[in-house]
């Protein structure tokens, strides 16, 4: 193995973004205790959110997008009866509601179940002024906080999952599965306006992202105690993927095309109906990632490969053991680190 292996860091991390941070300085922390050149995410969170977080470390990163994309869950906390100008807790109350119907107070529970129908599937949402969306090449909630407000444009957005967990008036609590762009604090604004009393989010929660969960999470402090982290392919497990022979791997590394047919003997009706593939080498027992490629009449395009030394390592060590890989293992990092 070339000793220049023994730098890289690269795979993914999963970590419990604590509250009261953002999540850059959340992928600051964890790339400095692995000593990364490169460190990304799959997703912000806001600082007062609290759950999962990708790190993408080195040649991960080329791959985060994939998991950018993808739908995500949430546990959020509303408390009703008062609306505030950033959607959750930490805005300043613009509205507070005196007077609730006697029905709203005493079938809190059965008032709420009453509406999730109306908010599920694809919807059209308002995003808040308090969002880093840009507008001029600056974010919203810099102009909100200059006090500049702007109408903006309806989006659309798909909820595929909402659960109401709890309700006890005027706090409850709600599971939602929804897709890229979807703002729980606008969700949760728009289910007080819909029971005429207002809301805002005071906790949020990510539970997952795509195929990945909190299950498998870490918090920033054990970070310097994991002995390995994930491999670069794990964001995109949801990939069909496809085993080339080493001759195959060879010219795939130096750009070349190659035809489907070549490349298999017996594939799944998954691979041939692909549009994007994993390529891996094989080389005897050993398979190792390569990158992505795009299939376009049945012909391999080169389209997000790891950098070339990457793949010049994988095609002359590939016959090692996964078990003494270390290219993916950060316990050579860690030895001497701490926060």
């Not at 922390?29 to 460190?39: I, L």
């Not at 119907?101 to 079938?107: R, T």
């Not at 999952?161 to 609590?173: M, N």
Request: charged share 25%.
């Amino acid at each position: 193995m070339r000793n220049d292996a023994l730098r890289w860091t690269d795979g993914v991390i999963l970590i419990d973004k604590p509250r009261g941070i953002s999540s850059q300085k959340a992928v600051t922390m964890v790339k400095h205790a692995v000593h990364a050149d490169k460190a990304g995410h799959t997703g912000t969170l806001d600082p007062i959110a609290t759950g999962l977080l990708a790190v993408c470390l080195g040649e991960a990163t080329k791959y985060s997008q994939d998991l950018f994309n993808a739908d995500k869950t949430y546990i959020a906390t509303m408390l009703f009866g008062v609306k505030t100008d950033s959607g959750d807790s930490e805005g300043k109350v613009i509205a507070r509601t005196q007077d609730f119907p006697p029905l709203l107070l005493d079938h809190f529970d059965a008032q709420l179940q009453n509406i999730v129908p109306r908010f599920l599937g694809k919807i059209s949402q308002v995003p808040p002024m308090y969002s880093a969306i840009k507008r001029d090449g600056k974010p919203l909630y810099a102009y909100a906080r200059e006090g500049e407000m702007f109408d903006l444009e309806a989006r659309e957005v798909t909820i595929t999952h909402l659960e109401i967990l709890s309700a006890i008036w005027p706090v409850a609590v709600m599971k939602v599965s929804c897709s890229k762009g979807t703002y729980i604090r606008s969700l949760i604004n728009d289910m007080g306006d819909a029971l005429a009393c207002g809301a805002h989010m005071t906790e949020l929660r990510r539970t997952q992202i795509g195929h990945l969960k909190i299950e498998d999470a870490h918090s920033i402090e054990q970070v310097a105690q994991l002995q390995e982290m994930m491999e670069v392919d794990s964001l995109i497990t949801h990939v069909p993927a496809l085993v080339l022979e080493h001759h195959l791997a060879l010219r795939l590394k130096m750009g070349q095309r190659i035809h489907l047919r070549d490349a298999i003997v017996d594939a799944a009706p998954d691979i041939l109906n692909a549009p994007i593939l994993r390529i891996y080498h094989l080389q005897e027992t050993s398979r190792q990632f390569m990158g992505l490629v795009d299939v376009k009449n049945e012909v391999l395009h080169p389209k997000r490969l790891l950098a070339t030394d990457r793949l010049e390592h994988v095609l002359e060590q590939s016959f090692i053991p996964h078990s003494l890989m270390i290219d993916t293992s950060i316990k050579h990092h860690l030895q001497n680190s701490h926060f």
